[in-house]
């Protein structure tokens, strides 16, 4: 019985990992390759053996991005993508929508700088609306969001929902060094992102985000403001499907990674939802939380770096972890300075005040203003980082992203940076706007 079960339950594994099924829901929203025909012979050399359990990841100088790269002809052809190889390369198939956009990835591989190969799109409506609900799992999402929500709305459920973040990416990220899968091949599959296209593929990141944050952000509001749970759940799931979905449609997971991030994040959160609280308290009142929130988000940091070699992943895990313990730091020192302003338990459940000309031209400028700050003080930091890193290492400055490749480098260059980013967000911007009289 029970092995009948682990048998059942490692096929659907199979099966939904297939990558064919990735093809197939893009070919159905109307996204379509420029494959080539025939497979061009490329000599790889001798093959590397097998290791059961574990997918090599692929790398620019190991394998085409996608959408152009030589391939199995079947594939292509299963995903409909009927072309022929011109002398510019491969050409779109004969019998393609006039209407039909060229588009490229937004974005270039952050590893290997490869912008990836044309593809075609016939469904514009649903290529904004995924590439909106893929940009919800990206770096300019969060420095917009969390402080937006911290500065005009909550910062209790600004400061918890950025914990859950952060320890959604380091799980994420981690498991993704440990398990090293690689992303969906291509063809069949038609790379309309190629950004994290060199990171390990399992679980799907994006997809714990898009689930955490939404889920984490109505089980903190809910009962502290005032809305129909009905309303605030289908937000949520709305929010967490578009996300999740968004990232197959990318051609950037599978559906089994994508399941496995959504549940995985679930998991987190059950986890977290009894503690939460009690972390945050810690946080502000306790003497040594200084101490344990720099030597936590460090040690955790150390931990996931000695998984592997230097991938992408890595600037993402430093980046929430340094963030994270900014924020905690910046949360100490607004406590300890009587700056932290809390709503009193007795003026629960909070409701929205009336929007207005004045309050929504007030909230527009401090969110301006504060993100101009953190803009400056991360292009700063930046500018500073690296190359005392460098000059401290004795290592060359000239070619930032081979410096970063170095672990030395790029976990303390991370965490200063967004560390100071996170501190900034929660202590310097909010005493600026109390200068200003925009508190």
């Known amino acids: 019985m029970a092995n009948n079960f682990v048998k059942t339950f490692v096929h659907m594994c199979n099966y939904l990992q297939d990558p064919r099924h990735v093809a197939r829901f893009q070919h159905l929203c109307g996204v379509q390759g420029t494959f080539p025909v025939k497979p061009t012979a490329v000599d790889r050399g001798p093959p590397e053996p097998d290791r ?17 790269s030589a391939g199995d002809a079947s594939a292509a052809l299963g995903n409909g993508m009927q072309g022929e190889s011109g002398p ?32 075609l799109v016939h469904n514009k409506l649903l290529f904004y609306l995924f590439t909106f609900g893929t940009e919800l799992g990206n770096e300019m999402f969060f420095i917009i969001f969390f402080p937006f929500l911290f500065w005009n709305i909550d910062a209790l459920v600004s400061r918890r929902l ?33 950004f994290y296209n060199s990171e390990y593929s399992m679980p799907s990141t994006h997809a714990m985000t898009g689930t955490a944050i939404p889920f984490c952000l109505l089980m903190l509001t809910y009962g502290r403001w005032e809305y129909p749970f009905l309303f605030g759940f289908l ?35 059950t986890f977290f939802q009894p503690i939460l609280d009690k972390i945050d308290t810690f946080y502000m009142m306790d003497s040594y939380a200084p101490v344990m929130i720099i ?25 929430a972890l340094g963030t994270g313990a900014g924020v905690a730091l ?10 932290l302003k809390d709503p009193p338990l007795s003026s629960l459940p909070l409701t929205l005040p009336l929007i207005s000309t004045s309050l929504l031209a007030v909230s527009l400028l401090r969110f301006l203003m504060g993100v101009a700050v953190l803009l400056v003080t991360r292009m700063a930091m930046k500018a500073v ?38 501190f900034s967000c929660v202590c310097v911007v909010p005493l600026l706007f109390r200068i200003l009289n925009f508190d």
Not at 386 to 407: E, K, W, Y
Request: charged letters at 15%; aromatic letters at 8%; hydrophobic letters at 40%.
């Open 385 to 422: 980082t690296i190359p005392f890193l460098c000059q401290l290492l004795g290592l060359p400055s000239d070619d930032v992203r081979q410096a970063r490749q170095h672990m030395k480098v790029e976990l303390p260059y991370r965490y200063i940076v967004y560390s100071v980013v996170g």
């Open 88 to 119: 510019d390369g491969p050409s779109a198939p004969p019998d393609v929508d006039p209407d039909a956009a060229k588009a490229k990835p937004l974005r270039r591989n952050s590893l290997t700088g490869d912008g990836g190969q044309e593809f």
């Open 295 to 319: 030597v936590s988000h460090v040690s955790l940091g150390l931990v996931a770096f000695s998984l592997d070699s230097w991938s992408t992943s890595r600037g993402d895990t430093a980046q």
């Open 162 to 194: 950025i914990i859950v973040w952060a320890w959604n990416l380091f799980v994420g990220q981690s498991t993704k060094d440990m398990v090293r899968w690689s992303r969906p091949a291509s063809p069949p599959v038609v790379k309309v992102e190629v």
């Open 52 to 68: 059961p359990g574990l997918k090599r990841r692929l790398q620019g100088s190991e394998a085409g991005v996608g959408n152009g």
């Open 330 to 339: 910046g949360t100490h020192v607004n406590y300890q300075l009587g700056l």
């Open 235 to 269: 937000v949520a799931l709305s929010w967490s499907v578009l996300v999740c979905v968004s990232r197959v449609y990318m051609g950037m997971h599978s559906v089994l990674e994508v399941i496995t991030g959504f549940l995985y994040s679930i998991l987190i959160l």
